[in-house]
């Protein structure tokens, strides 16, 4: 079993706006993270990024900040693009499974007009919440 930990959780009231990061959020079962705009009854209920491609990404010169790329969990300790589609997480209580590994980037968003590249598309994960459950920062996610 690999496990991780949650190292910030955030959220957007509209889509199309940055994420903000917030310390604890519920995960809601068919919906996704209470309260932000991407979640409802479809496949990509909860978008996650890897904390180690994110500070890679960083140290290219791109200094973006936790939920620039969308995402609404950043875990560390796990290459979260390595887990095929199905595989079961849990964070406390919650459980997800992955949906979707990367998306396809139809118009190039903020971080790519300024320095040329995005990570969502290639190293973003996608799950639905199949069971409830409070998480918060500092978090283990364990898949299993």
């Not at 809601?28 to 904390?51: C, I, M, P, T, Y």
């Not at 290459?79 to 590994?101: F, H, K, N, Y």
Request: net charge negative; charged share 25%.
């Amino acid at each position: 079993m690999s496990k991780g930990e949650v190292i910030a959780i955030n959220i957007s009231e509209r889509r199309g706006t940055q994420k903000k990061e917030i310390t604890e959020a519920d995960l809601v079962k068919g919906f996704g993270v209470e309260n932000d705009a991407h979640g409802g009854n479809w496949h990509r209920q909860v978008s996650l990024l890897s904390f180690e491609k994110i500070t890679e990404f960083n140290e290219k010169g791109a200094l973006v900040g936790n939920g620039a790329f969308g995402e609404n969990i950043i875990i560390s300790g796990i290459d979260l693009r390595q887990l095929p589609v199905g595989s079961r997480m849990r964070i406390g209580e919650a459980e997800l499974v992955v949906t979707q590994i990367g998306k396809e980037c139809h118009k190039h968003c903020q971080i790519y007009a300024r320095v040329g590249d995005c990570i969502m598309p290639r190293e973003g994960i996608f799950a639905v919440v199949v069971e409830d459950g409070h998480i918060k920062k500092g978090d283990q996610l364990e898949v299993i």
